[in-house]
């Protein structure tokens, strides 16, 4: 499953757009990333949406299946 990344877009002068430039904080280090990798929890929820995004994707499908057995 894929996720969507979020990138914060600012205006150039001739008009189009580009990600906007990572700034450092006042102190001049940026945070650390805490987590490496995923936990368990986040792991198990992201079986959970790749579950559900696959019912989404055929539900109609299913649908129409039942009714042939009516």
Do not use: Q, W
């Not at 990572?22 to 368990?40: D, E, I, L, Q, R």
């Amino acid at each position: 499953m894929s996720k969507d990344k979020v990138v914060d877009l600012e205006m150039g002068s001739d008009g189009a757009y580009a990600p906007k430039a990572k700034t450092p904080p006042k102190n001049g280090h940026y945070k650390p990333n805490k987590v490496k990798g995923m936990s368990g929890a986040d792991e198990f929820l992201g079986g959970l949406d790749g579950g559900l995004d696959f019912v989404e994707a055929i539900k109609m499908r299913v649908e129409r299946l039942i009714k042939f057995g009516d």
